[in-house]
């Protein structure tokens, strides 16, 4: 992670009595400061559910300060796992894992965690629905209609198995030891355990609830917050929760703002109505770092950029279009002219976190517009529209590269046409005709399972929603779930690679996703290498 202000020496040491930073911290022990986060968006579903809200925007709400695992991932480090609410674990064979947990962790309900709440957050009452430990099989959501306000949301069951295909259940071993017992092996029981969605809820709140909707509004987690208030679509405060297990929270609350537009996010935060501004592109860096007393942090992260096909769109049923199409985008102009050469083009849908499992030698499909030419003419496109679904800037810098994409497509003779839409309902939207769409993919784990089976194999997103399916992928997401044997698994990826990049491509990569935060340089904290935003004791000093 780098600072992205030059001058941030020169800004802290200019602070005088006078300024900022005296008021927010020279208060003392008695009373804790708090702070207000810009964010382009809180959550897609206006729920706190992390089954249910599986985004960007959710990680960036929901972790390390909601939400809390058996095992956490490294956020201010290298993104790995280390103890969380389980203090130790032990394999006891290829389909076991047997956690000790941390005794004396309270929820935010004043209950201490036992493993009843670990067994109850595995369940099928609250993940799993009907669904069985069988890998392989694509579970939709109409297959998981709920008939009673408690029962699930129709996606979540899918959504659970694409995490834990092979979850059998979880075994209360004793009051503080539970085991975890899958279907069939799997080297990556551990690395699931602290990914997206594997956290740990209150069984006594989920009883206590009228229905789902209620208790997915307020969760009651163990993390160092708890939800204070949440106003979907408008803000979410987090207010701090002093009997966490971690220590003394720092802050009093946080609070997010739902400010969609960029420049209302900067204006917001050299008026000094923002703490932070999150999400700001390459562009607006320069307006915020002149500013005196703030500065942007920014690193690269665990998620790339790609673009995704819809194949029962009749144009691109045909392999050699989406081909053609992966071919005439020049990421690297892309990458030059609206990141600022502030972020990479990485090779293909992986990240050297993997090991031994990367893919040495791999590449994105390489810039030739002759070639997409080419392809176009075997095809034998005759330039029909091809739709492209687009939300305004979800993602940093969203709008600009779809118009700097339809322009590098028009040039090899591709009619892509945008279609501007308010929200994800309507980008997955099953009437009309669905074509392109913008998305993104994050390793969760240092294993290829994330995103690569998660996000594309049976039970990924575009198999469940029906924009393309690969029989040979899905076999191989089964190597790659149940196989022990590493040069097994590698071949399987490689081959997942060339499939889903080159043969019948299901996305094209952009480039790895960079994350840009403007902030008061009197704040002692530091962004992580990931959307999320630590404010625990150890990332904040007063």
């Known amino acids: 992670m780098f600072s992205l202000n030059r001058r941030h020496a020169l800004g802290l040491l200019g602070a005088t009595a006078g300024s900022i930073a005296l008021p927010r911290f020279a208060i003392g022990q008695t009373a804790r400061p708090s702070v207000t986060i810009a964010v382009q968006k809180i959550t897609n579903n206006n729920t706190l559910d992390i089954w249910n809200e599986q985004s960007n925007v959710g990680e960036r709400v929901f972790f390390p300060n909601l939400w809390e695992g058996l095992i ?7 993104q790995g796992p280390v103890p969380g609410l389980a203090t130790e674990w032990t394999r006891i064979d290829d389909k076991t894992l047997e956690l000790k947990l941390r005794q004396g962790v309270k929820f935010h309900n004043g209950e201490e965690l036992t493993a009843d709440d670990v067994v109850f957050s595995f369940s099928a009452e609250r993940v799993f629905g009907d669904t069985q430990p069988v890998g392989g099989e694509t579970i939709f959501e109409a297959d998981h209609k709920p008939t009673t306000a408690k029962e699930l949301p129709a996606s979540v069951p899918g959504i659970g198995r694409r995490l834990w295909p092979a979850l059998a259940g979880v075994e209360a071993v004793d009051k503080y030891t539970v085991r975890f017992h899958n279907a069939t092996p799997d080297v990556t029981l551990e690395g699931r355990l602290y990914a997206f969605g594997s956290q740990i809820a209150s069984r006594r709140a989920w009883d206590e609830a009228s229905s789902y909707a209620e208790w997915a509004q307020k969760p009651v987690t163990t993390g160092p917050y708890m939800v204070g208030e ?55 860096i320069a307006a915020v770092q002149a500013a005196e007393g703030l500065e942007v942090q920014s690193s690269t992260i665990w998620n790339h950029r790609v673009s995704v096909f819809n194949t029962q769109n009749a144009i691109l049923a045909d392999p050699l279009v989406r081909r ?20 990479v083009i990485p090779a293909g849908l992986q990240f ?56 590098m497509w028009r040039q090899v003779g591709l009619n892509v046409e945008i279609e501007m839409k308010e ?9 009309g005709v669905k074509g392109v769409r913008d998305w993104s993919a994050s390793n969760l784990i240092n294993d290829p399972i994330t995103p690569m089976v998660v996000q594309f194999g049976p039970n990924g ?14 076999e191989l997401s089964v190597v790659l779930e149940t196989s022990t044997d590493r040069a097994v698994r590698r071949k399987a990826f490689a081959r997942m690679l060339e499939i889903c990049e080159r043969e019948d491509p299901v996305y094209q990569l952009l480039h790895q996703n960079a994350v840009f935060t403007g902030m008061k340089s009197s704040l002692n904290w530091k962004a992580a290498p990931a959307f999320a935003m630590d404010f625990r004791a150890s990332n904040w000093t007063s």
Not at 324 to 343: C, E, F, K, N, P
Not at 388 to 395: E, G
Not at 423 to 431: A, R
Request: proline content about 6%.
């Open 72 to 78: 956490l991932r490294d956020w201010m480090g290298n």
């Open 230 to 284: 949440f106003r979907p679509d408008v803000s979410l405060t987090l207010v701090a929760f002093d009997d966490y297990w971690g220590g003394r929270p720092p802050l009093e609350q946080i609070r997010f703002v739902e400010v969609p537009e960029v420049s209302s996010r900067v204006n917001g935060l050299l008026s000094g109505e923002y703490d932070f501004a999150c999400d700001l592109p390459p562009d607006q």
């Open 324 to 343: 053609a199409m992966t071919h005439a985008i020049d990421r690297q102009a892309i990458v030059d002219s609206l990141w600022a050469g502030q972020t």
């Open 352 to 407: 050297k976190s993997y090991g031994d499992m990367f893919v040495e030698g791999w590449t994105v499909p390489e810039f030739d517009p002759q070639l997409a030419r080419d392809l176009l003419k075997q095809a034998n496109y005759k330039g029909d529209a091809i739709p492209y679904r687009l939300l305004n800037n979800y993602y940093t810098n969203q709008t600009s590269t779809a118009q700097v994409m339809v322009e």
């Open 423 to 431: 929200n994800w309902g309507q980008i997955h939207d099953p009437q």
């Open 461 to 474: 997103e575009v198999q469940q929603k029906k924009d393309w399916t690969n029989a040979e992928v899905n």
